[in-house]
């Protein structure tokens, strides 16, 4: 139930808008429906400004537009490629982008940009419309995605950046950013941001120069250089990026850090790694050894799924490891998961 500054949403109210959503047809999740138009009404209540509601409703219809053109695509991993709308054709950073989101694709991979020219056209070139999906951006000076992306109606437009930027990160299982401006360095730092926190899940990120470039090499002086001596991070929290100028490496890091971590759940204070093949009980030892520090207790051990797994028919088919993570070093876990890709035990390249 919805609250408001006069309250709570009236009950009367609650139960039309589930006779509602039953005449609607909807039979799926119709408690998270109830809330997302229980909300609605509360806002209404508050006497909530006229410019704050344009604003949650066109976020709203956003996010259901680009959640329609993500949802055909849910078992395919997909790579996020930011960089410049600026970057001209000639550059070899467009080269580069474009070369890396073909040999991603190549491997089954689809690629998600920003859907504007640049960076984001370069990729969408090397992946192919086929293989290409996009949010763009309504702006003054961008007024409708690249040709690529059109071509293939692979594309959501957007008003917002925050509801923009929640979908090309939120779908994506890898990120390659080449060198950009504001909006890139923008959403490179937020990417940093969400893994050094915990707020997402592990994904590879790789910052990816044009050879013999120093734009990447310039940052990570300053992160050792600046933020660490600052104290404002941790010396390991930029450990999480590859910096290269190589296309193959830039590949290899965002498909090899799945070569063996399928996916996590926490499920109360333990945490769940489900892998592609089981460890031997000397991995198992190994790693408990190496990362014993990350646990608030306990050990490292193999696993049948745990009952909360199991009622949800939650990846039943895998093996696991489960752990009790320290929840202060949440944002080493990448440690962890690269070193389960180097198990002998591994699924091969």
Not at 135 to 144: H, M, N, V, Y
Not at 281 to 310: H, N, T, Y
Request: net charge negative.
């Amino acid at each position: 139930m919805a609250e408001s500054s006069k309250g709570p949403v009236p009950g009367a109210v609650t139960d039309d808008l589930r006779t509602l959503i039953a005449a609607a047809g909807i039979t799926q999740n119709q408690d998270l429906v109830a809330r997302i138009l229980a909300t609605g009404v509360g806002l209404g209540l508050d006497g909530t400004d006229r410019l704050d509601l344009k604003i949650t409703s066109a976020a709203l219809s956003e996010m259901r537009a680009a959640f329609r053109l993500f949802a055909p695509y849910a078992g395919v991993p997909k790579v996020t490629i930011f960089g410049s709308a600026r970057t001209r054709p000639d550059d070899e950073l467009y080269r580069a982008a474009a070369d890396v989101a073909r040999e991603l694709a190549d491997r089954g991979w689809l690629v998600v940009t920003g859907a504007g020219p640049g960076i984001m056209q370069a990729a969408a070139e090397g992946a192919g419309p086929e293989r290409s999906l996009g949010g763009s951006i309504r702006l003054p000076f961008e007024e409708k995605p690249n040709a690529v992306i059109a071509e293939a109606e692979r594309v959501v437009a957007m008003k917002y950046f925050f509801t923009r930027k929640l979908m090309l990160v939120k779908e994506s299982r890898g990120f390659v950013c080449v060198p950009g401006g504001f909006g890139t360095l923008d959403e490179m730092f937020e990417l940093l941001t969400l893994q050094q926190t915990g707020k997402a899940e592990p994904t590879p990120i790789v910052l990816l120069d044009a050879p013999g470039g120093t734009f990447w090499t310039g940052l990570h002086r300053f992160v050792d250089e600046q933020l660490i001596p600052a104290g404002v991070i941790s010396p390991g929290d930029f450990d999480r990026v590859l910096v290269t100028d190589s296309v193959a490496e830039a590949a290899r890091a965002i498909t090899g850090f799945w070569r063996n971590y399928d996916s996590l759940r926490w499920v109360g204070d333990r945490l769940v790694l489900r892998l592609r093949a089981a460890p031997t009980d000397g991995e198992v030892a190994a790693l408990d050894d190496e990362f014993g520090a990350l646990l608030s207790s306990g050990r490292i051990e193999r696993s049948e799924p745990l009952r909360a797994e199991v009622a949800d028919a939650d990846r039943l088919d895998l093996p696991r490891l489960v752990l009790r993570l320290n929840h202060y070093r949440v944002g080493e876990l990448h440690r962890l998961i690269r070193a389960l890709g180097a198990l002998g035990s591994a699924p091969p390249p």
